[in-house]
């Protein structure tokens, strides 16, 4: 991702250092006014209620704004600064926070042995490196209100704030405040808002007082204090979100006597993603985490019974508990889309693009909010960090006068603590054909490990620019890997995902650092006989 330096690092602004420590002075108040209304009143308090902060001038117009504050927003500011490094960008965002990535929140943040983790959101990477979730410090982005004067142009971030309007003919937005700015050009890079289940939304505020809908950084901080008072939390959802918290918190079930429950309707743990065998297998691994898993579970109700939660099963099993996490997917933020005049795809949400990934001329959508037209696997909407990254540079590029197609294919990975994980590509549906070769694992085949070669601790930072330049497939004497016998373990593999007997789809399964030629095959859309001889390529069979 390349994400801790921006354009061509960190830019000395002397003339406006003090402007600069009154700007982060003032980002660290309005981030903690924030958080004491969430601690107030369990999440529930309306906007406006802080106390009053010094009101920032905000310039009536910007050359390159963006709309949203995560990782794709970065993502297109860091790419347009890249070619234009005079630009002058606003990130406007409805987060409190600067801009910072989201994966460490349901993986490393919760294996600190770091007291006050929580403050300092920093976190030592599988390979042992410290960093902190942040891509810059404040110190880095230019003032609000320098940004049409300061030399050499920046980015500025303006936290709290949220576009409510947007006027795609006179290239204006209005935010809650009535604040209106012009553009140039714009991006759109909302995101998404975790999804509820409609029996919980059904069952009232004193359910909901105990509910976590798990995205930000002030999910992680509620959800880690918590875990520390209660004796039982469960946790509603099967997929990546819902068995990486699982896992984190079945570390605790071990050492604090937390009861931890994971209940979803598949049949297993990443049921809709991985092949019905490595499903089961995933399932047993998060079980010896210390987690009570119970597949096949759908909620038909939620109450509040004494003074714990009653989950009730459609099936008649109930589950008695004190905290409920919600991990059942996203809805992109797509309210923009009626004042803007903008198309909302029917089938998978998002707003309507092209492969370029315009909406419209001078505007351009990237991230989990973008339905995007990719060249080699059709129409397409992604919620994964590698993707922000990836599309948000795209669009960044784009916005400066690439007139670049979506073609660079996205990965993203899942880690179940530091010994199980894997990386994917493509479209990876258990609904799908799927072939997998597998083989015996060693010491290094872990995602600790994988951190420790590359140096990093989020995988995409040195795979997302790969792709092997040429994949030749021939004839080895090399062994021959075999898919484990029944009772064997699944200590690494390769999934192939097909579609018309064409590789659409790559699961590399405790292999890291492969992505690349993942990548290349993907890109390639050719028919293969024999696909144990493309596992070959990911040299699973080395020692």
Not at 103 to 130: A, C, H, I, M, Y
Not at 141 to 150: A, F, G, I, K, R
Request: overall charge neutral; aromatic content about 6%.
């Amino acid at each position: 991702m390349g994400l801790s330096t921006l354009g061509a690092g960190a830019y000395a602004y002397k003339t406006i250092q003090e402007s600069k420590e009154r700007y982060a002075s003032r980002l660290a108040m309005t981030a903690r006014q924030s958080q004491g209304q969430e601690s107030s009143a369990s999440g529930a308090a309306p906007q406006g209620t802080a106390a009053p902060v010094t009101p920032i001038k905000v310039p009536s117009h910007v050359p390159f704004l963006l709309i949203g504050g995560g990782t794709a927003a970065f993502a297109a500011a860091r790419s347009i600064r890249a070619r234009d490094p005079g630009a002058r960008v606003l990130i406007v965002s409805e987060d409190p926070a600067l801009p910072y990535m989201r994966p460490p929140l349901s993986k490393e943040l919760w294996f600190s042995d770091d007291p006050n983790v929580t403050e300092t959101l920093r976190f030592k990477q599988w390979n042992g490196k410290e960093r902190s979730i942040y891509f810059q410090p404040p110190s880095f982005y230019v003032p609000v209100e320098d940004l049409p004067c300061v030399e050499n142009g920046g980015v500025a971030v303006l936290p709290g704030k949220k576009v409510v309007h947007m006027d795609v003919r006179g290239n204006t937005v209005k935010l809650n405040d009535g604040t209106q700015i012009s553009y140039d050009k714009c991006l759109i890079a909302t995101g998404g808002s975790p999804r509820n289940l409609p029996a919980i939304e059904r069952a009232g505020k004193e359910v909901q007082k105990r509910l976590t809908l798990f995205r930000k950084i002030e999910d992680f901080q509620r959800l880690e204090k918590i875990s520390r008072e209660v004796k039982s939390i469960t946790i509603i959802g099967g997929g990546f979100l819902g068995s990486e918290l699982a896992c984190a918190l079945g570390r605790r079930a071990r050492t604090r006597g937390l009861e931890v429950i994971q209940l979803f309707p598949e049949n297993g743990n990443m049921g809709k993603v991985l092949p019905e065998y490595l499903s089961n297998w995933t399932t047993e691994k998060v079980r010896r985490e210390g987690v009570n898993v119970l597949p096949n579970a759908v909620v038909k109700s939620v109450s509040v019974c004494g003074n714990r939660l009653l989950i009730q099963l459609k099936d008649g099993r109930k589950v008695e508990t004190d905290h409920i996490v919600a991990a059942v997917g996203l809805e992109p933020n797509v309210e923009l889309a009626k004042s803007a005049g903008l198309e909302v795809d029917s089938d998978f949400g998002g707003f309507r693009v092209n492969a370029e990934l315009q909406a419209r001329s001078n505007i351009w959508v990237a991230g989990d909010a973008a339905c995007f037209y990719d060249i080699k696997l059709g129409r397409r909407r992604v919620e994964h960090h590698d993707h922000a990254v990836v599309s948000g540079r795209l669009a960044g590029e784009n916005m400066t006068g690439a007139a670049k197609p979506y073609w660079h294919q996205s990965m993203f990975w899942s880690d179940l603590g530091p010994n199980v994980g894997y990386e994917a590509i493509g479209l990876v549906d258990s609904s799908l054909p799927t072939v997998g070769v597998f083989a015996k694992a060693t010491a290094k085949d872990t995602p600790k490990c994988a951190t420790e070669l590359s140096g990093t601790g989020i995988r995409s930072e040195s795979e997302t620019e790969a792709e092997a330049s040429e994949v030749q497939i021939s004839q080895s004497s090399s062994p021959m890997p075999q898919v484990p016998k029944q009772g064997e373990d699944y200590g690494k593999g390769v999934i192939f995902y097909l579609r018309d007997k064409v590789v659409v789809g790559i699961v590399l399964w405790n292999i890291f650092n492969r992505m690349p030629i993942a990548r290349k095959i993907i890109k390639d859309g050719e028919e293969h006989e024999d696909l144990n001889e493309v596992a070959k390529l990911f040299n699973i069979h080395e020692d």
